[in-house]
């Protein structure tokens, strides 16, 4: 079953601001899965379109540098 999510809940998933959502949302060359209007005033996402965005990006990690600057000291 798919659950329509709000943007909260969009921010919480995929961990990118509100205003980048609004902007990838008007750029019609970004990927950004596209909303839905549910009444005036609100809109939301299929949570399978958002959880299919995630994983189609690149998993990055910054673990091993920030572990290196605890290790040196030098932030």
Same mark, same amino acid.
Do not use: A, H, Y
């Given at each position: 079953? #798919?659950?329509i *999510? /709000?943007?909260?809940? =969009? !921010?919480?998933?995929? %961990?990118?601001c509100? &205003?980048t959502i609004?902007?990838?949302r008007? /750029?019609k @060359? &970004? /990927?950004f $899965? $596209?909303?839905r209007?549910? &009444?005036? %005033? +609100? *809109? %939301?996402w $299929?949570? #399978?379109r !958002?959880?299919?965005? !995630?994983? @189609?990006?690149? =998993?990055r990690s @910054? +673990? %091993?540098?920030r572990r +290196?600057r605890?290790i040196?000291g030098?932030w």
């Amino acid at each position: 079953m #798919v659950r329509i *999510i /709000d943007i909260n809940e =969009v !921010i919480r998933r995929t %961990g990118v601001c509100r &205003s980048t959502i609004w902007r990838n949302r008007k /750029d019609k @060359s &970004s /990927d950004f $899965p $596209p909303c839905r209007r549910l &009444s005036k %005033g +609100r *809109i %939301g996402w $299929p949570d #399978v379109r !958002i959880d299919q965005w !995630i994983l @189609s990006k690149p =998993v990055r990690s @910054s +673990r %091993g540098r920030r572990r +290196r600057r605890l290790i040196t000291g030098r932030w």
